[in-house]
């Protein structure tokens, strides 16, 4: 189990169960969740969660309901929350800062970098009075993220917004501030604020989880491992040292010498960008663009490598589907930070178009393509599965705690998923409270499985309600859900036929439980 998982369980029992209102049956109900989580203990990798989580069942078993006891178990709450940061946020095994905080300047900025310390961030915090000296000495420790914080108040400070722009002028494009305003910017002050570079501006409605997804994404984004390049080049010598800068980087390149060549590679290979040389025998580089992009599902970018420097030239190609020029002889910096905002920029709009807005998972149509991709190549190997899953007793949380409340009820249930099942499974939101899962590879009896674990752990979740003003008391509440299982074989509208079948019989058998298709898939559905 997901340590991130185990802790948001255990962090909203705690709450509900003790904080809210102490008893000794509650405090009892808290440690039957601590130990229940103890039991995937084998399961977890992080040294120092496992150590967290056992010293709070050392504690909890034995309690009794007094405030010292009360006090012992929250400081160890407090602990298990940050070694869950860290677990989830340690898999590059980075040692920086995950953001720099420039005190001084604005009173949400400083809770912002509490909020996100306190959850395990390593936050480095530099001093208003910074100096060319001492930018510089930052050296490799500037954050993987590149992101500052600071407030608004840096605006109206000449010393500080000089170490600023000094700061971002070193660092030029890997180095986003972040302004957490504590009242609305003039467009004076915004355009005050473009002196340091690429800004992101938190307003007054933003939260502290705003702030840590934009870290956590841009620690992703910086890293270049794992995404696939398409590279173009009918010379060997020029294509061994752009593949060799490329690989370098973590990326994976494959090189096809023949334009010709492109369409299948793209269609097997599926490449988050392609790096084309521009002059070749036959066929130009736009040329290339233009046929790739006759496609309306070929969006990723494209990119020329070329000795040209005929402005006008170089604007035509781009014309033709192009999104950027880099000039041989290649130069491995400018050309590795070229590939890294232009995937960045490529994954930002891509999840802008297929991801649903408020989860972040696939979209209704994005996921049923994706379903039919795997389903159509993965004809007989290792069998796959479908899972339709919808909350129970949804619509009785939105009528009696309000719109906002369900939503984090969706969010919950879409973090589970996400954290929980493989990076090659498929996770998307259908519509209202109801989510689709293609499990790759798993047969129904191992999806059903792993299912059914979630649907206990998000049962066990609690949720609150209330609680906005000093009058209005806070209310917890559960919810759970139900979910059905068919085999992805042959049309995805016959798969998606079956586990509903199986999902609705498992709400007439009561609810809360996973049920695994009993009628063949029709392979007449389209």
Excluded at 153 to 170: F, P, R
Excluded at 223 to 252: C, H, I, P, W
Excluded at 366 to 387: D, E
Excluded at 433 to 457: C, K, N, P, Q, Y
Aim: aromatic share 6%; with cysteine.
């Amino acid at each position: 189990m997901n340590p991130m998982t185990i802790n948001l369980v255990l962090q909203r029992s705690w709450r509900a169960l003790v904080l809210s209102r102490p008893t000794e049956y509650g405090l009892c109900s808290f440690s039957d969740s601590v130990f229940k989580a103890l039991a995937s203990i084998h399961l977890i990798d992080s040294c120092e969660f496992r150590e967290a989580l056992t010293g709070l069942a050392r504690l909890a078993g034995v309690a009794t309901l007094t405030p010292e006891n009360i006090s012992r178990i929250g400081h160890q709450m407090d602990a298990l929350q940050a070694a869950a940061r860290r677990a989830d946020d340690s898999s590059g095994g980075c040692q920086n800062p995950a953001a720099i905080f420039i005190p001084g300047f604005g009173k949400r900025a400083e809770l912002f970098a509490e909020a996100i310390s306190s959850t395990g961030f390593q936050i480095l915090r530099l001093e208003p009075g910074a100096s060319e000296a001492l930018a510089s000495s930052l050296g490799e420790r500037i954050p993987a993220s590149g992101t500052v914080l600071v407030g608004d108040g840096v605006l109206d400070d000449a010393i500080a917004s000089e170490a600023l722009s000094l700061l971002a002028a070193k660092h030029d494009t890997d180095l986003l501030v972040v302004i957490a305003v504590d009242k609305a910017l003039s467009f004076e002050q915004r355009v005050r604020a473009t002196e340091f570079g690429a800004v992101r501006i938190l307003g007054l409605e933003a939260e502290p989880k705003a702030l840590r997804t934009l870290i956590r994404s841009r620690t992703r984004d910086s890293e270049l491992n794992g995404f696939r390049v398409l590279l173009l080049d009918d010379s060997r010598t020029d294509a061994y040292v752009a593949q060799k800068y490329m690989s370098d980087e973590g990326l994976l390149v494959e090189h096809v010498q023949s334009p010709s060549e492109v369409l299948e590679a793209i269609e097997r290979f599926r490449p988050d960008v392609v790096v084309t040389d521009f002059h070749m025998p036959g066929v130009n580089g736009d040329q290339v663009a233009s046929v790739i992009r006759q496609d309306q599902e070929a969006t990723m970018p494209i990119v020329f490598l070329s000795s040209e420097r005929n402005a006008e030239t170089q604007l035509l190609a781009l014309s033709k589907g192009g999104d950027a020029f880099v000039q041989k002889p290649l130069k491995r910096g400018a050309f590795i930070t070229a590939l890294k905002a232009l995937i960045s920029r490529s994954k930002a709009a891509e999840t802008r178009m297929r991801r649903d807005p408020l989860t972040g998972l696939l979209n209704h149509g994005q996921f049923l393509g994706t379903a039919a991709r795997i389903s159509s190549t993965t004809v007989g190997v290792a069998p796959s599965s479908l899972v339709m899953i919808d909350i129970d007793h949804f619509k009785s949380v939105n009528d009696t705690f309000g719109h906002p409340v369900g939503d984090r009820v969706l969010v919950g249930l879409a973090e589970i998923l996400s954290d929980n099942l493989r990076a090659t499974d498929v996770v998307g939101r259908m519509g209202g409270e109801e989510f689709a899962v293609v499990m790759v590879g798993a047969g129904m009896t191992e999806a059903h499985s792993v299912i059914d674990r979630l649907r206990d752990v998000f049962a066990s979740v609690q949720f609150s309600a209330g609680g906005e003003g000093s009058d209005s008391p806070v209310n917890w509440f559960s919810i759970s859900f139900s979910a059905g299982i068919a085999p992805l074989t042959g049309p995805v509208a016959g798969c998606l036929r079956a586990a509903d079948e199986a999902l609705y019989k498992a709400k007439n058998r009561g609810r809360n439980q996973v049920l695994i298709a009993t009628r063949a898939v029709d392979p007449g559905l389209k």
